[in-house]
């Protein structure tokens, strides 16, 4: 592969101004907007990317729609080799990849280094699973009172021309995950990538536009969510929107989208429930893993732990204990920084800060860190949270744990169900068949027993409740999610 597989995407200015992807050539935006990518770990610009104009995004789905029509045509194994091509592309140019998340999102390198790999694994299984993702025949007679004359022949059609919102904190995963379900499936994709995260979705781009994805197929359109969010989620071009961020930001563009298929991940505010005779260290660690993973900016993260006092009092220590000993706070370009590196923006961890002050000025007691340097918050654990506090009410991107007590289980799963969020939850407990009982209680996606919550393996289903989302993700659910239904009813012969 050529070095310059990259060079079109930018000029070689200080901060380099990127373009965006009309579909077959990387252009300036017409209006000559940019708006900048800021490390969070230096504060530096790492570039400028275009302000894409609604003339432009009508063009580019326009275009979009006649390349779709083309695509849904090709056969499917055509269409993996494709996406197979990008995958060996992601892993040659894994370094390079690895060192642009760690600068663009403050991504510490182990977890950087892993999202890219496990982004080229995914696209690898999804042509696979693609091949077993067809319709089916249904007789007539199958149901009371209808003859035998009629059979439905079911096909899978693509949607059309499927939206792509992706998030921060998985740029090059969350993106993968829309993208190769969609392309897989015969559909064309209008692609808009977060404004942190934007560099490495460029870059995703153009790998999956070396690998052969035909010209005006993908489009990659940039801007800030207050520049295009909303015209994009309501465009009349657009057949499907598959969409990972916020509660809030999820729901209004649902409101604007209307009566379309939607594939929502939105928040996840994710408790773990601590069950007497659990597995003490087990279950420290796993909390510990939870809680701090990318600074807790993950929707799976632990956010609070609910237990008996007498539980909770076994527990907490050893959380304490395993925080101090693995995990350490610092600059994600040094390998010694272990999972809590900077928030994405100052003004995020400003918010976070400003939590867990109210927090501790309505009666909690901060037990560990609870301190904000610049993007920065220690490791930080919180004991005595209730649940009316905004730390637990509402979901804190940020490295922290809030320890809730409670006075019996049935008080715990009461106050999980309550919650506006439903992605997934933690039990932890030597007792595994109370641990599946309890689980069929809580109104959540998934349930976890004596491990933390996380995306994955790809191949499960992923969902949440409320609002937490809308939808099945998942390798094969995703590529059944990017299709529709179309019976077709004939006569049998004879």
């Known amino acids: 592969m050529p070095d310059d597989i990259f060079a079109e995407l930018h000029d070689n200015q200080t901060p380099p101004l990127y373009r965006w992807f009309n579909g077959h050539a990387w252009v300036e935006s017409k209006n000559g907007h940019y708006k900048d990518v800021v490390s969070p770990i230096d504060h530096t610009v790492l570039g400028k990317f275009p302000v894409v104009t609604t003339a432009e995004i009508d063009d580019a789905i326009a275009r979009a729609h006649g ?30 990849l690895t060192t642009l998340l760690i600068k663009e999102i403050g991504k510490p390198a182990d977890e950087a280094k892993d999202e890219i790999v496990r982004s080229a694994d995914m696209l690898d299984y999804y042509t696979h699973e693609a091949l077993h993702v067809g319709g089916e025949q249904l007789p007539s007679d199958a149901f009371p009172g209808y003859d035998q004359s009629k059979i439905s022949i079911i096909e899978r059609v693509p949607q059309g021309v499927v939206l792509a919102i992706s998030p921060f904190n998985y ?18 994709v209008i692609f808009k990538p977060p404004t942190n995260g934007a560099l490495s979705a460029l870059y995703l781009t153009q790998i999956f536009r070396k690998a052969g994805v035909p010209d005006d197929l993908l489009v990659t359109v940039t801007g800030g969510g207050e520049d295009i969010g909303d015209y994009l989620v309501g465009h009349p071009g657009i057949n499907m929107i598959t969409f990972t961020g916020s509660s809030q930001v999820g729901k209004s563009a649902a409101k604007i989208a209307g009566m379309i298929p939607l594939l929502f991940e939105c928040g996840g505010n994710n408790a773990a429930l601590v069950i007497n005779g659990c597995d003490i260290e087990t279950t420290a660690l796993e909390i510990v893993k939870g809680a701090y993973s990318f600074a807790g900016q993950r929707c799976t993260a632990i956010k609070y732990v609910l237990g008996l006092d007498s539980d909770l009092d076994k527990v907490l220590p050893r959380v304490v204990a395993l925080t101090q000993e693995k995990i350490k706070m610092g600059d994600p370009r040094d390998p010694g920084t272990k999972s809590v590196g900077p928030l994405i923006t100052e003004s995020a961890a400003k918010e976070v800060e400003a939590r867990i002050v109210a927090a501790q000025q309505a009666g909690a007691k901060i037990v560990l860190g609870g301190k904000r340097q610049g993007n920065y918050i220690e490791p930080t654990i919180l004991d005595h949270v209730t649940m009316d506090m905004e730390i637990v009410r509402i979901e804190t ?29 933690a039990i932890y407990t030597c007792d595994e068949g109370l641990g599946i009982k309890l689980a069929g209680e809580l109104d959540v996606g998934t349930v976890w027993i004596n491990n933390k919550p996380q995306r994955g393996p790809d191949h499960f289903p992923f969902l949440g409740t409320k609002g937490s989302g809308v939808g099945v993700q998942g390798i094969k659910y995703s590529l059944e999610a990017m299709t529709r239904l179309k019976p077709i009813i004939i006569n049998k012969p004879g």
């Open 67 to 96: 390349a779709q029509r083309l695509w849904a045509r090709v056969e499917i194994t055509k269409r993996g080799k494709v996406l197979r091509l990008a995958a060996d592309w992601i892993r040659e140019h894994e370094p390079l």
């Open 171 to 188: 740029p090059v995963n969350l993106s993968v995950s829309k993208l190769a379900p969609a392309l897989m499936m015969g559909n064309a």
């Open 397 to 425: 991107f940020g490295p922290v744990v809030s320890f809730v007590r409670v006075k019996s289980i049935e008080e715990a799963i009461d106050l999980i169900n309550r919650s506006t969020y439903g992605l997934q939850a």
